[in-house]
Each structure stands twice: as structure tokens, then as C-alpha cells.
């Protein structure tokens, strides 16, 4: 992809952002607009150092800088606002509101380019020896997807693989599936009991010969070319952990598209600002890929969080390991294709955040813990905590500014923000070389998909912390076929 037309892109959306201030009246928005500029703009000088450096070791300045660009700032400038009566109660909270949206948006904007900028201009390092990979597939009644994965596998373009199924206590067929393969050279282990993925995980790493360990869920199907674009980046000794493009397999109807769009965006906006910085949050499940040593040094896979993928990350991240991520390292995985499945599925998933989070809350009062204080954790908890609880006042503020009289300026001020997310949609799937039919449902991340997903993370949040009883739960499967790239 040409840098120019990301380029022209990043530009349109600063200009986007622009237009929200000028539409809202007073000085108030252009005040939050410049602290999300400034804020970001520390970021990308920072990111620019460990670029040229190779140092990822940030000064405690910029945990102070995010602590108050996050939460401070924005909570003293809309309601002092409000105190000295220039703007009414309504557009004082979505000042606050905007104070978010501008530092999150201007965070990612640019170093997000600007990653896609290295990327292009990285050369492929040569491979010059080819460590013998194991591949460990964890499968709990995984029947109708078994046997797509394994031989998605055995097609992966790599000359030294080996494979073992880890088969947690099922009971369907999927052990007797899977063991069909042996003859082709697939290990396949049967634990009796089911112990939980985490278990499943450590059995097979364990009896793994390989040097680097790839994880890879059983409804996923790895690309042709994924293992060696990820030796190639492990050729760099400082680099431990490395996750993969997760896409998504069934884009079957309006909710598997919306995730599609989900992680396009995820992946190639967000994603790529931890990447420069090695601090990326979660190396997922669907294609996950670790030195076998590392692993062994933190002790493998922990039981006590339903996201263990986020949390072996996160103890490696502690170690001070370099921890990075892969645009063009392919996985292809079946996303839940009815709302129920889905509350399920990021129920769960925001359950396990915030058990990790609270399993590593050492992280916020340590400042040796670099990046993964000073940006990874806090911007978690602003995506996790502040913003869903923004989104709720958000959803006051317009039935307010309804009733005042506001409607008009409300809704112009949404339409804006529509085109924001539109514009994002259009950059993400670009810089993925992806199906630009997605970037219509670029709306409902505005109002609708992003309101469920906020409600979910609330939700979650209280369940955390009530102690509710936590299941891992299952998700119904359906096979999608697949080719691989």
C-alpha cells in the first residue's frame, strides 16, 4: 500500500477532528482538542527515539502525562466549565467526553501511519536457520473444526514443524478426528479430564521439542506463509513473543462483519502503537508464537484469569521482554455468528481483562515496568473503564441536549463523528489490503455495536467485582471452509 494515500487519509481525519471543534461553540473543545494533540504528539516523539535507539525504556514523565491527558484534565475541564457557567451541563460533559476522544484518536492516528511507514520500509530479515517449530493445538468438543486446522496446518510453507493436539477431556469425536492425522505425523494427547485451555496449553508445551512454540485455537486455520514471516522476526533476539493478523473466517451476516471490521480495525490502528513501543497487549489464541524459553522462565500458562493469552503477555511484558506483532503473519478464525454467542464470548473476554488487570495491578505503581505502565495499562483502562462510563453519559447527554434544544448541533455532531470512524474503517482496511465493503457498517461503531460493547464491558466490571462465579463457557461451531494464504 502506497504511504502517500496513508498519508492523505491521516490528513483527512486530523481535518475531521478539526471539524468537531469548530461545530461545538466556546473555547472549550479546542482546549481539549490541543491536549489530545500535545499528548499524542509526546507519544510519537517517543516512539521515534525507540526507533532510532532501539531503547524501550521511557522516562516516568509520560506515565504523568497519560495519568492526566486520561483522567485529570478532562474530568477539571469540563466541570470547571460548567462551574464558571460558559457552556450548559449537557455540553460541559461531552466536553469531558471529547477530551477522551481527541487524546485516543490523535494517540493512534499518527503512530499508526507511522508504523505502516517502518513496516514498509523494513527489510525481510533473512532466515538463516530454520529452528524447529511446534505447533500446539488445545481442543475441547471441537469436532466440526478439528480437522480444518490440522490440515491447514500440515499445509503451512515451513521445513521443520512439528504438531501436537492437546484433546481436554472432550466428548465428541473430536479425539478420534484428530488422531486420524498421526499417521502424517500429528501427536495427539488425550487428557481424560478436561482441566481447562490453560492446561490443554502447558501439556502441550511440555512434550514440545521445538525452540519456538506456536498456539493455535482448533477453530482457526493458520496462512501458508505465517510461520515464516514469524521466524523472521524472531531472527532478532529481543524479541520473545509475536501475535498474528487474527481475521476473521465467517463473514456470514451483519454481526460476524461487524467483527470483522472490529479486528481489521484493532489490528492495523491501535495494535500498531504497541507494536512500536514492543509492549503489544495480547499475543491472542488464534496465533500466538513464544521461545520456548521464555515461556519456561514465567512459568507457562497460569489458571486463574479466563484470558490466558492476555495474561501470558502480560508476564512476559513484566520481564522486560520485547513482545511485538505481525501485519502479514495470517490466521483465520470462526467468530460468533448469533448476539448470544457473542455477549458470551466478550463477556468473558472483559471478565479475564479485568482479572488480569487485577492480578498485575503492581504494573500502575512500578515505573520499571516501562511502556506496559506508562501506555499499555492505562490505555487499557481507558478503553475498558473510562470510555464505556463516558458512553453512558454520553447517552444522557443527548437526551438532555434533546430536551434543551441542542438536537440539531447533537446530531451534526454525531454525523462527524460517524465520518471520523468511516474515514479510521477506510484507513485500517487499507493499510490491510481488505474488503472495502466492510467500511459501510463503520457507523454502528459509532452508535449501536459500540453501545453493546460498552454495556458489556460494564457489565463485566461489576461482575469482577461482586465475585460472581466465572465459567469459560462454550460457543457453537459451524466449519466455515477457508483457503489459506
Request: proline content about 3%; glycine content about 4%; hydrophobic content about 50%.
Amino acid at each position: 500500500m502506497d504511504i502517500k494515500k496513508l498519508v492523505v487519509t491521516a490528513v483527512v481525519l486530523a481535518c475531521e477532528l478539526i471539524l468537531i471543534a469548530l461545530v461545538i461553540p466556546g473555547y472549550i473543545a479546542w482546549i481539549c482538542l490541543g491536549i489530545g494533540a500535545a499528548t499524542a504528539s509526546y507519544f510519537l516523539y517517543a516512539a521515534r527515539n525507540v526507533h532510532n535507539s532501539k531503547i524501550r525504556k521511557p522516562s516516568r514523565q509520560i506515565s504523568i502525562l497519560a495519568l492526566l491527558s486520561m483522567f485529570i484534565i478532562p474530568i477539571i475541564i469540563g466541570w470547571l466549565t460548567l462551574y464558571l457557567g460558559y457552556l450548559s451541563i449537557a455540553t460541559a460533559l461531552l466536553a469531558t467526553a471529547l477530551t477522551v476522544e481527541f487524546f485516543s484518536n490523535y494517540l493512534a492516528l499518527p503512530l499508526s501511519v507511522y508504523h505502516r511507514y517502518l513496516e514498509l520500509n523494513m527489510t525481510l530479515r533473512p532466515i538463516h536457520r530454520w529452528p524447529l517449530v511446534t505447533l500446539v493445538v488445545p481442543a475441547h468438543n471441537e469436532e466440526k473444526v478439528i480437522e480444518r486446522c490440522i490440515e491447514a496446518i500440515l499445509e503451512i510453507d515451513y521445513p521443520k514443524k512439528e504438531i501436537i493436539v492437546v484433546d481436554d477431556g472432550s466428548t465428541d469425536k473430536t479425539y478420534q478426528l484428530a488422531s486420524k492425522y498421526r499417521t502424517k505425523g500429528v501427536k495427539v494427547i488425550r487428557r481424560l479430564e478436561a482441566g481447562g485451555k490453560s492446561g490443554a496449553l502447558n501439556t502441550g508445551i511440555l512434550i514440545a521439542k521445538g525452540e519456538i512454540i506456536i498456539t493455535c485455537d482448533a477453530d482457526s486455520m493458520i496462512g501458508r506463509s505465517a510461520l515464516r514471516m514469524i521466524i523472521s522476526r524472531f531472527q532478532d533476539p529481543s524479541v520473545s513473543a509475536v501475535a498474528g493478523n487474527v481475521k476473521v473466517l465467517n463473514r456470514t451476516n451483519l454481526l460476524t462483519k461487524c467483527q470483522a471490521l472490529e479486528y481489521i480495525v484493532n489490528q492495523n490502528i491501535y495494535r500498531r502503537v504497541f507494536d512500536i513501543f514492543g509492549v503489544v497487549p495480547v499475543i491472542p489464541g488464534p496465533l500466538a508464537s513464544f521461545r520456548k524459553k521464555s515461556l519456561k522462565e514465567i512459568g507457562f500458562y497460569d489458571r486463574d484469569t479466563l484470558t490466558e493469552d492476555f495474561d501470558i503477555t502480560v508476564k512476559l511484558l513484566k520481564t522486560k521482554r520485547v513482545v511485538q506483532a505481525l501485519s502479514d503473519a495470517f490466521v483465520y478464525t470462526e467468530a460468533p455468528v448469533t448476539w448470544n454467542d457473542f455477549i458470551k464470548q466478550r463477556t468473558r473476554w472483559n471478565r479475564g481483562t479485568f482479572q488480569t488487570i487485577i492480578k498485575h495491578r503492581n504494573v500502575f505503581g512500578n515505573p520499571r515496568f516501562g511502556y506496559l505502565r506508562n501506555l499499555t495499562f492505562q490505555y487499557i483502562i481507558l478503553s475498558m473503564i473510562f470510555v464505556p462510563f463516558v458512553s453512558v453519559v454520553s447517552i444522557i447527554v443527548i437526551f438532555l441536549a434533546v430536551l434543551t434544544g441542542y438536537a440539531l448541533q447533537v446530531l451534526l455532531v454525531m454525523a462527524i463523528f460517524m465520518l471520523i470512524q468511516t474515514t479510521y474503517s477506510f484507513l485500517a482496511v487499507q493499510m490491510d489490503n481488505e474488503d472495502m465493503k466492510l467500511v459501510v457498517l463503520s457507523p454502528l461503531f459509532v452508535v449501536g455495536f459500540k453501545e453493546l460493547r460498552n454495556f458489556i464491558k460494564i457489565k463485566s466490571l461489576f461482575d469482577i467485582l461482586s465475585r460472581r462465579e466465572m465459567q469459560w463457557g462454550s460457543l457453537k461451531r459451524i466449519g466455515t471452509e477457508k483457503k489459506t494464504a
